[in-house]
Structure formats: structure tokens, C-alpha cells
Nanobody, 124 residues
Framework: QVQLVESGGGLVQAGGSLRLSCAASGRTFSTYNMGWFRQAPGKERDFVAAITRSGGNTYYADSVEGRFTISRDNAKNTVYLQMNSLKPEDTAVYYC?????????????????WGQGTQVTVSS
């Protein structure tokens, strides 16, 4: 099992940047594919980005491609989401999640472990 704790959310103006972190407990972090998802009020939880175990492959939602970058440091048991050129529509609670299997297109239902989420608010 793995426990996940997100951090780095906050309030930022449109065009600004934030870097989210997700720290994982346990010794098995490198065996999990990791993903970032987001959920705005009244909406479903949507895929944002995913990264394979070794970090060799990354995947992005069309809405964030070219603006967001997912990365991981297996030595630090941490996955990151660098968010640049933020827009008001990026406002949501952001969650990191872990899965033993990564299927494309990415489906949040296949991720068995979730963090508590961190709020990102982008003002116009």
C-alpha cells in the first residue's frame, strides 16, 4: 500500500505558476504509476497528467498539454506537477493518485490510492 499527501496549492493570478508535490509513504513508490487529477465544484474528477514507474513516459490532458509538466523523483518518493500559464479554468482541487497498472486513456477508476487533495485557485 501507499499513502499520498499533496502540497503546494494556493491562490495565483492568471498567467502565474505553481508547483504541486505529492509525497508517498512506503518503500514501493517506484512500483506505482502516478497520476494527477482535478475536480472543480459540481464537476467530475478529471485526468490531468500521468507518469510511468520509471518516469520514462508521460501523458497529459489536452487542456494542459504544453503548460503542465509531471515528473517524479523515486529517491524522494515524490511526484510533482509544475503548472505554468495558469488559467481561471484550472481552478480545482488537485489530487495525486497511484496505480499498479496504467491504461491509456487514463481512467481515475483504475487508481486505487489517493491523496486528500490540494486547492488551486486561479484569479482572473
Amino acid at each position: 500500500q501507499v499513502q499520498l499527501v499533496e502540497s503546494g496549492g494556493g491562490l495565483v493570478q492568471a498567467g502565474g505558476s505553481l508547483r504541486l508535490s505529492c509525497a508517498a509513504s512506503g518503500r514501493t513508490f517506484s512500483t506505482y504509476n502516478m497520476g494527477w487529477f482535478r475536480q472543480a465544484p459540481g464537476k467530475e474528477r478529471d485526468f490531468v497528467a500521468a507518469i510511468t514507474r520509471s518516469g520514462g513516459n508521460t501523458y497529459y490532458a489536452d487542456s494542459v498539454e504544453g503548460r503542465f509538466t509531471i515528473s517524479r523523483d523515486n529517491a524522494k518518493n515524490t511526484v510533482y506537477l509544475q503548472m505554468n500559464s495558469l488559467k481561471p479554468e484550472d481552478t480545482a482541487v488537485y489530487y495525486c493518485a497511484a496505480s499498479s497498472v496504467l491504461v491509456i486513456p487514463v481512467n481515475p477508476a483504475r487508481f486505487g490510492y489517493w491523496g486528500q487533495g490540494t486547492q488551486v485557485t486561479v484569479s482572473s
